[in-house]
């Protein structure tokens, strides 16, 4: 047992306490937070929560989840510190190291991976708003016509489709576990003439489908809370979630998956994932869509990945231990990556798909 202390900020009274409580390993959880916080009218009992924590002393796994959620989609630009200084060293940004990467890469056949939310378009409160713009529709249209381009995002395919509307592109949505070749135009098929197709989490649906209906329940009064369905897994999204009750939230979605054991969760962007427990990420799909362009041992080959979310990184350690691409990471702020290269935001990848182009056209 070790003592910990759980610090509770109140906005209203602008108090901040901090709870000493005993914590094990074991009892991470303990009863504390076993019971929903939110009564049936939606209101939230912020006393309740204090009163568990001071009771069951299990707040310490919940803090250390919620940090990890408040981290999950940092919103300020850093200060020119030392830390952003040296970030910014180790993973220049793809702009200004642009004609020394592409020099390098001369002879290569580059293929483009592009995330979509935070990637392509901006991040928006309401996921059914985010759209892309139409300047960066065409910049995507144009760098399709000179390189084999797919989007992998979280999103179902059929949804992500529906925000980039360009059939030329290879769409790997749910985090990869959905994939697609072009209906149209650069249609290259796999060995033996089948087409580009990979579901490797088919027996979930039925599964998804009921975690999806049930968390709909547990979350409805949970102000701002939203459960999206992306066909192989599931979103939970809690951007419009007032912070203090970000651990109610957690609570009621860690109470339905576990009894999935099958499911795991993982978090995005202000966002918590549960998808399929089988070992297929973004990673596998970067692979995937290689070998079926048939790059699979290719050292002639040069992909390119941008993503701004934690799910990408799968994606960038793939490109580490492959040895070649450029795995680029769009931040504002200094982060941990595998990622070698930053962007800073939508509009700048926006700029390095034009210089892609205009790069091509030119060499
Ligand atoms: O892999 P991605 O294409 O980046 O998809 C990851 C998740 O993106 C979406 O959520 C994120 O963007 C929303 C709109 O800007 C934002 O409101 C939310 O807070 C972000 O997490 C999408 O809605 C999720 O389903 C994806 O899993």
Redesign the pocket.
């Known amino acids: 047992m070790t003592n910990q202390n759980v610090v509770i900020s109140d906005a209203k009274s602008g108090l901040t306490m901090a709870i000493a409580v005993a914590m094990s390993e074991s009892n991470i959880y303990s009863a504390a937070m076993s019971k929903p916080l939110v009564a049936a009218n939606g209101y939230f009992s912020r006393k309740k929560l204090i009163k568990k924590l001071e009771t069951n002393g299990g707040g310490a796994r919940i803090n250390a989840f919620i940090d990890s959620m408040r981290a999950s ?1 940092p919103t300020s630009r850093a200060s020119e510190t030392e830390d952003q200084k040296s970030w910014i060293i180790h993973h220049p940004s793809a702009l200004s190291v642009f004609e020394d990467i592409m020099n390098a890469s001369k002879g290569k056949e580059i293929v483009v991976f592009l ?5 392509l ?7 059914e708003l ?1 759209f892309m713009t139409n300047e960066m529709r065409a910049a995507v249209r144009d760098v399709a016509k000179f390189f084999p381009t797919a989007i ?4 179902c395919r059929a949804k ?1 489709y529906n925000f980039v509307k360009l059939s030329e592109l290879y769409y790997a949505g749910s ?1 990869g576990m959905d994939i697609q070749g072009p209906t149209k135009g650069h249609k290259k098929q796999r060995k033996g003439n089948q087409s580009v197709f990979c579901q490797p989490a088919r027996e979930f649906l039925p599964m998804i489908d009921e975690v999806h209906k049930i968390l709909l329940e547990k979350i409805k009064f949970i102000p701002g809370a939203k459960v ?1 369905n ?1 066909k192989f ?1 599931l ?1 939970v ?1 809690f ?1 419009c979630v007032d912070e203090k009750i970000w651990s109610e939230l957690w609570e009621q979605v860690r109470e339905v998956i576990k009894d999935y054991p099958k499911l795991r969760l993982s978090q ?4 918590l ?1 549960i998808r399929p427990a089988i070992k297929w990420d ?1 990673g596998n799909a970067l692979e995937f869509l290689l070998e079926s362009l048939g790059y699979d041992k290719s050292n002639n080959v040069l992909p390119v990945y941008i ?3 934690r ?2 990184e799968d994606a960038f350690k793939v490109l580490r231990k492959r040895g070649q691409g450029l795995g680029i990471l769009v931040s504002k702020i200094p982060k941990e990556t595998n990622a070698s290269y930053s962007l800073q935001e939508p509009s700048e990848v926006m700029y390095f798909l034009k210089r892609l182009v205009e790069w091509k056209k030119s060499s």
């Open positions: 989609s995330d979509y939310d935070g990637t378009s901006p991040i928006v409160e309401d996921p985010a992998v995002s979280g999103r992500v985090h999206e992306n897994c979103s999204h951007r995005g962007r202000k966002v994932e973004k993503g701004d979310d799910t990408d």
